[in-house]
């Protein structure tokens, strides 16, 4: 199985926002021209311009009030589901129970070795999908005022890190998200 290498920006390390380390994570890509880096190579379209249009990449920036490019720069990027999820007919497709268990594992495995402080999920299937990670124990879990949005306090570890599970830009008015 093909396994996506995550976006980590070029500030990630150095600056991140407001000196933390954030992670965006999405349910999943869909390609059928599929291999390892193709979400490095999404982010960095995204970036130069290339795929101006693309309102699941250019909404999230704007909830936080950054710009596209500066944002993608400082933050760490990838999808639970590891590889793509089929061609456009497929993209709302469910993973697999192997493409399920290698994406626990790999999300694990980034959250640890990028030490990933806030992890910001932008999809109710992610969202359910890594409440099942083994190894991330969630201590506190809650909703956020009003809306359908959630906050986890989590141990990875030694680290404690935050999570929030946020709607995908797609079903999310911007007005909600800010």
Not at 135 to 160: H, N, Y
């Amino acid at each position: 199985m093909i396994e996506h290498l995550p976006w980590i920006g070029p500030l990630y390390n150095t600056q991140g926002i407001v000196g933390q380390q954030i992670g965006i994570l999405g349910y999943s890509a869909w390609t059928e021209n599929d291999h390892a880096g193709y979400t490095i190579e999404s982010i960095s379209n995204v970036v130069s311009g290339e795929w101006p249009k693309v309102q699941f990449f250019n909404a999230i920036p704007n909830y936080f009030n950054w710009d596209r490019t500066d944002f993608y720069n400082r933050v760490a990027f990838l999808e639970f589901v590891p590889c793509s999820i089929g061609g456009g007919s497929e993209r709302y497709a469910v993973a697999t129970p192997e493409q399920a268990a290698v994406g626990r594992q790999r999300v694990l495995r980034i959250i640890q070795e990028h030490s990933i402080d806030k992890l910001f999920v932008f999809s109710a299937k992610a969202w359910g999908a890594v409440a099942e990670i083994p190894g991330l124990i969630v201590e506190e879990r809650k909703p956020l005022g009003d809306t359908k949005f959630q906050f986890a306090r989590c141990k990875v570890g030694d680290r404690t890190m935050i999570m929030i599970g946020l709607r995908h830009p797609q079903y999310a008015p911007g007005r909600i998200m800010r």
